[in-house]
């Protein structure tokens, strides 16, 4: 089978060397700091407890889950348009998980502590318990289906079942991480049962972006080296998907948005109000990273051009960065009971520290993605879906 | 103040310095106490564990503030850690005020001095480091001594002066008159008191003759109307006076409280009602008061008298025949009416105070008509030109109210009874002692004609050194005292001080230090065998004693002990005199026999139960009075009434006898008084309103410098914790902030957290804005703390020393003439963005 | 076992702080690390103005919601000790979320940058573990209940002094710091409030003084809307905790 995948080429290897590079240096950058300094070298404090280490990690974790969720479209649903993506989505979902749990574990004050405090303290009235139990099993499910494909087993009654097992890890992992902020009901900005829609629609938005960038990238932005199959769906329907799903992102934000600005709360309000609407940079990433990927996908002649789905995936990438970056801080800004001590919002900004961390996370996301491509085949897919039989069409051009 | 940016960075090289020369005197003299300090950290946490071993509790006193609380210091493993309020000492009653607890830092700040020192660089200033260099115990006390003994044979003992700001007893500044009367000088010692609350007392010596403090009954009050004292916040002794307000508003009646300042504050806050005056204008209010009583016919008639046919003729603006009225206790009502109350009324007091006459009169009926009730005031209304008079108008109250010597009411403090000293100073006098005798003024001219009424004039001290007038000192010696800093006016001081010979005795570094020829550290007082006859309290007599804790951890000598040590060095009989005394220990064996003849109501009768218990008392107050019938105490009650020349000689201890609202002891001074204040000669003798004189002339801000609770004798700049707790009413806990009524901030397009200017005539300083919407628009209030220069490492860090800066570098040094307080709250400034 | 409750009378309270200095150097907190603090609050403008402040140990809550979210049982109510709310430092993973569940804001990480600078972190380094040594520090020390100089990464809260409270005799219905039998054994805070705004005692016993206070004055748990319902009781005016505002910055 003829492979245009230029991540098992020179370029993959360069790419492979940068982000290990970054990768290490983000990593070393913060466990100098975090030697030197301890948790000081973080930004937060007993007013803003998580900062951006933690968003980083929910941003990553969420974006996991919607490429799980994406996969089972395919997977579990047997939309079998979708087969060329399945794999990747697979792959990617475990990796960056992989990378948000390492940005976790560098935040956590007891890292090596929680594998068996965790588990011997079966602390089962606590989100957080499920979350370490339940994306234990997402990563464990999603591995198998990993290896299901790696043997080619697409539809045998066990894969089936794995699919429907990890789908439904995904959906509690991520409902659960949902809960861990819904719960909170002493934090009501938070406070929201229905906070696991809200992070599948996004989780998925994210994924879907991941799912764009890292597929255009293993074939160098160029949509005519793809397989047929693939190509045929990045023409046509997964950017209706994409725009349905940054569409529903927006209707879901603008909903809590008018939520909390219309609640006399000051918790909710004026988080809305004096925290999250008056920067800047929420500014740029809601209609920036949210809303004009979304109206430039809504052209159909828009929204099949390559360079149009790219970059709304990297304008996505950040619109929901910033998006899960405004929610966890966003809950905790309003100083709980401080009295004159807490003279106003709170104000919190990452330290450079904290910054390494999430370059160090999305690096490990390259590093690893570089080496899935050049050891998998991620665009495989059935042999008796179309694609297994066509030829790519740019083929000729670069064999 | 580009030079106190710079003088950060001097300020590192200096602590490095002590830092350095501490181990290296450690190395000559206190090796063993350091390596045991050192090596204290226990390796693991089981060594920890195995290695506690007993706690011991010894008795001391908190060094903090003046109110002397007794407190019991755990120490465990020779390590102090933890200090609670001692339950067997009366005044602190097993309680702390927040300070108390944080003690452990003055022992184990790690700036400290760690042992004596002298300067290498001649350049004095801010910026200059003095290139301290460590010296033994020796060489300090014998440099110290050669220069006096030099002074005294040049003739120039006068030359050499004390500075002292806390005494704590006669086992520190209880040695300076002999030490004066010996060497020569009559500078042993300048207090600081003239730089505290002296207005009170003159207020005090000017009514009822007692130039004192006033002991207060609180636990039997039922009315506070409290002018400017700090009740909830710095007002002595404030634990104490907290565990009475909470005796207070929980006993059946609860007292009501009334609270008259100038910003917002804990003590306002609390109160039933709270009244914000003009600064400076307390005496308006206090005299408005007085006029209501009297026209509605609420004073206490058993005190006071009434009128010979029982007919009330004090009537707004109509005088009263003189001879209608027959006085009790007091002297000179129907004079005072005629020359200055009859027109005092509250819509008067309402153009001047600012507080409507309403509210005045309601204040008046309540205090007139609640027995007992007592009037209270402190530094606030008396630290302006006019404090005198506005603190005898509000003392004037008690009179009227008749709660002088009465439950509830207010007396004076009895001394305890102490034992002599081993050997009397008469005894040693020499040849040039006697000399030296009345030759030279004070260095400061106070009790000449120039400050004839005050006692101690420190702020003057700088001043007239750098005229030259009287003379020019040559050695001064500071204990717990930082003028340089904390008196008005600092530009001359430092001009001073750079001149001179300095010796600075405080355990810490500090802005004196920095300008310092000889660091001769002190103990902490944790370290410290130290005594402490009580401030006014109860009145029944207490003194209460320092134990040392712990051995000293640095090469460090009780001030006691350096005098002492001083003195064996002095040539003559004066050396025969300290051999004598020997050191503080002894001091303090011969002072404890007083109390065998006379032991404590606590089993205190020697030394060793005194070091014991930690404090001698001995109740009741031997006087009182009650509707009018003064009583003294014979042993079993209040049963011996007194006779008016007892009670002339024994409590109301003016020219007449009586309570006094026409003062012998201004009108003795009229000529004076008429020419610093422009009083006329007839009128001086009555409590008046006088207007203040601002300085700053035209600007149009007050600038309020306020004591908060965190204020640890000026020592609180530089630990973490006070830091952390220093002004919770607008949040300060890394500095403090100007607070600023918003109205005022917004016409100067000052925005809540601004860099600010405060401007006086002397010059700026800057600070940060906080919004204060309970404050007056005319007041701006920046507590006093922050803004040391020298202090160590967390006094300067965070810009605390810049922003704000020090509020005497702004401070026009003016007094009150008739007491010599420095008008520290008169000032008026600009204010401006940075 | 008793069940430790916590009175503090507002209308006697004096804003002092001594509580928390108290508390600060008989547990060896950080400066701003405030275990036990006293907030104040502002409302209204000269010249009537008000100002009041409360005094916010842990609530020691009967339902905590720090418990509830700890996934390590790190954080636990120890009923044999009289309900209070412990955190296990050798369990705790330092994930915080105790922080964020705390509606009472009483939980703190420590390990963070230093309110006061220079660090005291820096000023006395941490030895053994412990987070920072200063050479004062108190001989008591019990990890598993989060007694003693917190160690790196993990939570530190209010143990109402267990260490003291644990020695009394059993039974004792009030921990009053005027029995000189018992002053030992009085949380820091109560034992030095110097207008005696606070008392200790066992709220299981019908008898306690704490009980009678409550019953009298009328008693309030802060915030009761969160459901945690505090072993701390409020008596007196202003008993509640305004809602958070903007304050005016130009």
Excluded at chain 2, 691 to 714: C, N, Q, Y
Excluded at chain 3, 10 to 29: F, I, V
Aim: proline share 6%; hydrophobic share 40%.
């Amino acid at each position: 089978m003829t492979d245009n995948n230029v991540m098992k080429g020179s370029a993959g290897t360069g790419l492979l060397v940068l982000s290990l590079l970054v990768m290490v240096a983000g990593f070393g950058y913060a466990a100098m700091n975090m030697a030197a300094h301890g948790h000081a070298a973080f930004n937060t404090d007993a007013n803003v407890a998580w900062g951006q280490p933690i968003s980083t990690y929910l941003y990553f974790a969420l974006a996991s889950s919607g490429l799980g969720l994406l996969a089972a479209v395919p997977l579990v649903f047997k939309v079998k348009e979708y087969y060329p993506v399945a794999k990747r989505c697979i792959f990617l979902a475990f990796i960056i998980l992989i990378s948000g749990m390492a940005v976790l574990a560098m935040e956590l004050g007891h890292t090596f502590r929680m594998i068996w405090a965790l588990p011997f303290g079966m602390q089962v009235q606590s989100a957080m318990f499920w979350m370490g139990v339940l994306y234990a099993l997402d990563l464990l499910f999603l591995l198998w289906k990993f290896q299901r494909m790696e043997g080619r087993d697409w539809d045998s009654k066990t894969t089936l079942q794995i699919g429907i097992a990890s789908f439904l890890g995904v959906l509690l992992a991520s409902g659960n991480l949902a809960l861990i902020f819904g719960m909170m009901s002493m934090r009501p900005f938070w406070f929201d049962p229905s906070l696991p829609i809200y992070f599948y629609l996004t989780g998925i938005a994210s994924g879907m972006a991941a799912l764009v960038f890292y597929t255009y990238l293993a074939y160098g932005f160029d949509r005519g080296k793809m397989p047929a199959a693939l190509r045929q769906l990045m023409e046509g329907g997964l950017p209706k998907l994409f725009v349905t799903l940054l569409g529903i992102t927006f209707l879901f934000i603008m909903v809590r948005m008018i939520t909390g600005l219309y609640a006399n709360a000051p918790e909710i309000n004026l988080v809305w109000s004096d925290y999250i609407l008056a920067s800047p940079v929420y500014h740029i990433s809601l209609w920036g990273g949210i809303l004009l990927p979304f109206l430039l996908l809504l052209s159909p002649t828009l929204r099949v051009q390559p360079a149009v789905q790219v970059a709304c995936a990297v304008l996505v990438f950040g619109g929901l960065f910033a998006e899960r970056y405004f929610f966890v801080v966003g809950g905790q800004v309003i100083p709980l009971f401080k009295g004159t001590w807490a003279w106003d919002i709170s104000q919190y900004a990452p330290s450079a520290t904290e910054w390494s961390l999430t370059f160090m996370g999305a690096a490990m996301i390259f590093v690893l993605y570089v080496l899935g491509e050049k050891m998998f085949n991620l665009s495989d897919s059935p042999a008796d879906t179309p694609s297994g039989a066509s030829q790519p069409a740019g083929a000729k051009a670069t064999a | 103040m580009t030079d106190v940016l710079n003088a950060k960075f001097t300020r590192r090289r200096f602590l490095q310095a002590s830092g350095a020369t501490g181990a290296a005197a450690a190395g000559t003299a206190g090796i063993g106490k350091l390596v045991g300090f050192s090596a204290a950290g226990a390796s693991s946490r089981e060594a920890r564990a195995a290695s506690r071993g007993q706690t011991t509790v010894t008795k001391n006193i908190c060094a903090q503030c003046p109110a002397r609380c007794g407190i019991d210091v755990y120490t465990t493993n020779g390590r102090v850690h933890a200090i609670y309020g001692d339950t067997g000492n009366p005044i602190a009653n097993g309680k702390l005020c927040p300070k108390g607890h944080l003690g452990t830092y003055f022992l184990y700040d790690p700036d400290r001095f760690k042992g004596p020192m002298k300067r290498t660089n001649p350049s004095k200033g801010r910026n200059e480091d003095p290139g301290f260099v460590p010296i033994s115990w020796d060489e300090a006390l014998n440099t110290v001594a050669e220069r006096i003994n030099r002074l005294r044979e040049n003739g120039e003992a006068h030359r050499f002066a004390h500075f002292y700001g806390r005494g704590w007893g006669s086992s520190d500044a209880g040695l300076y008159g002999d030490f004066g009367k010996l060497i020569g000088t009559p500078n042993s010692a300048i207090g600081h008191a003239s730089m505290c609350a002296e207005g009170s007392k003159r207020a005090k010596a000017a009514t009822d003759g007692n130039n004192s403090y006033n002991s207060y009954d609180y636990a039997n009050t039922n009315y506070i109307l409290n002018f400017g004292a700090s009740f909830l916040e710095a007002f002595r002794p404030y634990n104490y006076l907290m565990q009475m307000w909470g005796h207070m508003r929980s006993k059946s009646p609860m007292t009501r409280t009334t609270a008259v300042d100038v910003r917002m504050n804990p003590t306002l806050a609390a109160a039933d009602r709270a009244v914000m005056v003009k600064p400076g204008t307390d005496g308006a209010m206090a005299l408005a008061i007085a006029h209501v009583i009297l026209v509605e016919e609420l004073w206490n008639k058993d005190f006071v008298g009434d009128f010979r046919d029982g007919r009330n003729r004090f009537r707004t603006g109509q005088r009263v025949p003189a001879g209608s009225f027959d006085e009790k206790w007091t002297y000179g009502l129907v004079e005072w009416w005629n020359a200055e109350l009859k027109d005092r009324t509250p819509e008067w007091a309402e153009g001047v105070c600012g507080v409507s006459a309403d509210q005045i009169t309601a204040v008046a009926r309540e205090f007139g008509t609640t027995r007992p009730a007592m009037a209270i005031m402190e530094r606030g209304p008396t630290a302006h030109t006019n404090g005198v008079y506005n603190g005898m108008a509000i003392h004037a109250l008690n009179a009227l109210s008749g709660c002088m010597y009465a439950e509830g009411g207010l007396f004076y403090q009895m001394g305890p009874s102490y034992g002599g000293l081993p050997a009397n100073s008469d005894d040693y006098m020499d040849n040039i002692s006697r000399e030296m005798q009345g030759r030279h003024p004070r260095i400061d001219m106070a009790g000449t004609d120039r400050w004839p009424m005050s006692g101690h004039m420190m702020q003057e001290t700088a001043k007239n050194h750098n005229a030259g007038d009287p003379y020019k000192l040559d050695t001064a010696m500071f204990f717990y005292t930082n003028p340089i800093w904390t008196a008005p006016d600092t530009a001359e001081w430092e001009k001073m001080m750079a001149e001179i010979f300095v010796i600075d005795t405080s355990p810490f570094p500090g802005e004196t230090a920095m300008f310092a020829d000889l660091i001769l550290p002190d103990h902490t007082y944790l370290e410290r065998l130290q005594d402490s006859p009580t401030y006014p309290f109860e009145g029944w007599p207490m003194a209460a004693l320092r134990v040392p804790a712990v051995d000293p951890i640095y090469d460090t000598k009780h001030f006691g002990d350096t005098l002492i040590e001083i003195g064996k060095r002095i040539n003559g009989p004066i050396g025969d005199f300290y051999r004598e005394l020997d050191n503080v220990e002894n001091c303090l064996r011969h002072r404890a026999a007083g109390f065998s003849d006379d032991p404590g109501d606590n089993g205190v009768r020697d030394f060793e139960t005194w070091k014991e218990k930690g404090v001698w008392y001995r109740k009741p107050y031997h006087w009182k009075q009650h509707r009018g019938v003064f009583y003294e105490w014979d042993g079993d009650g209040y049963n011996k009434v007194m006779t008016e020349e007892e009670v002339g000689e024994k409590l109301l201890k003016t020219g007449s006898g009586k309570f006094e609202f026409k003062s012998s002891f201004l009108e003795g001074n009229a000529g004076y008084i008429t020419g610093e204040l422009g009083v006329s000669r007839n009128r001086v003798g009555y409590p008046q309103w006088l207007e203040p004189r601002h300085t700053g002339g035209d600007r149009p801000l007050h600038f309020i410098t306020p004591k908060v609770p965190m204020t640890a004798e000026g020592r609180s700049g530089n630990i973490p914790h006070a830091i952390a707790q220093m002004q919770p009413m607008v949040g300060g806990n890394q500095t403090t902030f100007l607070e600023i009524h918003p109205q005022t901030a917004r016409a100067r397009g000052i925005r809540d957290g601004d860099r600010v200017k405060i401007t006086s005539d002397l010059g700026s300083i800057y600070a940060y804005a906080r919004y204060m919407p309970s404050n007056r628009p005319d007041a701006i209030v920046l507590p006093y703390e922050h803004g040391h220069w020298a202090q160590g490492r967390w006094a300067t860090a965070q810009e605390r020393s810049v922003n704000p800066g020090n509020p005497s570098d702004i401070t026009a040094n003016i007094s009150d003439p008739i007491s010599g307080l420095a008008c520290y709250y008169t000032g008026k400034v600009d204010l401006e963005r940075a | 076992m008793a069940k430790w409750g916590m009175v503090i009378d507002l209308d006697k309270c004096t804003g002092c702080q001594a509580c928390t200095t108290a508390c600060s150097m008989e547990n060896n907190t950080l400066p701003g690390e405030n275990w036990q603090d006293v907030l104040y609050y502002h409302e209204g403008e000269y010249p009537s103005a008000q100002m009041k402040w409360l005094p916010r140990p842990c609530m020691q809550c009967e339902e905590p919601s720090c418990v509830h979210v700890c996934p390590t049982r790190a954080t636990y109510k120890d009923d044999e000790a009289g309900g209070i709310v412990f955190i296990d430092w050798n369990k705790c993973i330092g994930c915080k979320y105790c922080m964020i569940a705390c509606p009472y804001g009483v939980r703190f990480y420590a390990d963070e940058q230093p309110l006061v600078e220079p660090d005291l972190k820096a000023a006395f380094p941490g030895e053994d573990g412990q987070l920072w040594s200063p050479p004062y520090q108190g001989p008591q020390e019990d990890w598993s209940r989060g007694i003693g100089i917190q160690p790196k990464g993990v939570v530190s809260k209010c143990t109402f002094c267990h260490h003291k409270v644990s020695q009394a005799p059993a039974g004792t219905p009030d921990l009053d710091e005027d029995d000189p039998d018992l002053k030992e054994y009085v949380p820091a805070c109560v034992r030095t409030c110097p207008p005696k705004a606070r008392y200790f005692g066992d709220l299981d016993n019908p008898e306690s003084n704490v009980n009678k206070l409550i019953g009298n004055k009328r008693g309030v748990r802060l915030k009761d809307e969160t459901g945690n319902r505090p072993q701390v009781y409020y008596l007196g005016a202003g008993a509640n905790i305004p809602a958070f505002q903007r304050r005016q910055r130009s």
